[in-house]
């Protein structure tokens, strides 16, 4: 276990359906991130919260919507996805300051058909 | 321009020998840090090693070990003894101000038995 926990852990849609990545850490930090993995590319960064707000978002399609009810919990709501959005989701929390980096979940390999 | 640079998309080494990733970084920060991320095949991003740009003496953890070279922006990483778990991907990363941490493109590290 590392931490934070991800689920679900691989998630096939269609591109008219509409799901969720669920992403818990109980580690206290106060800030949480959604990045993307694809194929041979960095870590992009979708995401950024702090203290449940939302503090950065690098221009991310509106068919991804993320959600983060209190501090321990973020969602990612997914719907009329393409076939390029099939990638690696991973999130990640950390403390305001700190010098460990992130802790990061195991990530959701979503699938587009 | 790419802030984070890793020039070896994969690299190969003998069970039990050395090896150094490499890693160069761009910042116009005086303050920043510098971190290492493994991540195998599970897809897991596990937190290796952190150099902060004012630490004088280069970080060690167990069998990490990161040539932190600041006038050269590197930040090399050098695993001793490499073992069949070391098997991965390697991600060098940079947090600047504001807590956002950019990602490298990753090295892919086979070790041979």
């Known amino acids: 276990e590392t931490g934070v926990t991800q689920t679900p852990r691989h998630l096939v849609m269609g591109m008219t359906n509409k799901k969720s990545l669920k992403c818990e850490q109980h580690?206290?930090?106060?800030?949480m991130y959604w990045y993307k993995q694809s194929a041979k590319k960095p870590l992009e960064l979708m995401f950024v919260?702090?203290?449940?707000?939302?503090?950065e978002n690098n221009s991310v399609p509106s068919r991804f919507s993320p959600e983060c009810p209190n501090s321990s919990h973020l969602f990612l709501h997914l719907h009329t996805l393409q076939p390029e959005d099939s990638a690696l989701y991973l999130c990640a929390s950390s403390q305001e300051e700190g010098e460990f980096g992130y802790t990061f979940g195991s990530g959701t390999r979503l699938t587009v058909v | 321009a790419q802030k984070i640079t890793q020039t070896q998309p994969g690299m190969f080494v003998q069970e039990k020998e050395a090896v150094t990733l490499d890693c160069t970084y761009d910042?116009?920060?005086?303050?920043?840090?510098l971190f290492w991320y493994k991540q195998p095949s599970s897809g897991e991003m596990i937190f290796l090693i952190y150099q902060g740009s004012y630490d004088e003496q280069n970080a060690t953890e167990g069998r990490y070990s990161l040539n932190f070279q600041k006038a050269r922006k590197s930040a090399n990483l050098v695993i001793s003894a490499s073992q069949l778990g070391d098997s991965a991907m390697y991600f060098c990363a940079m947090r600047e101000a504001g807590d956002k941490v950019i990602f490298g493109p990753g090295t892919s590290l086979s070790v041979i038995p």
């Open positions: 910042t116009s920060d005086q303050s920043y840090g």
């Open positions: 919260y702090s203290l449940e707000e939302r503090v």
């Open positions: 580690l206290g930090h106060n800030a």
